[in-house]
């Protein structure tokens, strides 16, 4: 499974960005998706991520209500609608994906970004004050 993104770019604080993460299949069967973001300077943290068993959906605490995940298996795409962007929200964001997992908590990183089997190339979203 390989993963191309886009839909980044620069937005003003308070503005929303839509991201794409168009997979080479998106089937059904078990595994998930994670995006994760990476500012300067800083790890690899997940943002959101959907179990596609169940299309459980799990945000970090600082951006619920503000970003939804979603996926489209008809288009093999995952998205990522980000509302009332912040400066804090600077990052390369990336998708990726897991098959091998026993839960899922994005506020504590987990699975750790180590564990994912593919990524993206990332897309640039930068938000000014």
């Known amino acids: 499974m390989q993963f191309v993104e886009s839909g980044g770019g620069w937005v003003q604080a308070g503005g929303s960005l839509r991201l794409s993460c168009v997979a080479s299949?998106?089937?059904?069967?078990?595994?998930?998706i994670s995006w994760f973001r990476q500012a300067p300077g800083k790890g690899r943290e997940g943002v959101s991520c959907?179990?596609?068993?169940?299309?459980?959906?799990y945000d970090r605490k600082s951006v619920k209500g503000r970003f939804i995940i979603s996926s489209d298996l008809a288009k093999n795409t995952v998205s990522l609608q980000m509302n009332s962007l912040q400066p804090e929200n600077t990052a390369v964001y990336y998708c990726?994906?897991?098959?091998?997992?026993?839960?899922?908590?994005?506020?504590?990183?987990?699975?750790?970004?180590?564990?994912?089997?593919?990524w993206g190339q990332g897309t640039q979203v930068t938000v000014s004050s």
């Open positions: 990726a994906a897991i098959f091998d997992y026993t839960y899922l908590n994005v506020d504590e990183n987990y699975p750790v970004p180590t564990q994912y089997n593919s």
């Open positions: 299949a998106l089937p059904f069967g078990e595994y998930a």
């Open positions: 959907i179990d596609m068993r169940d299309g459980i959906t």
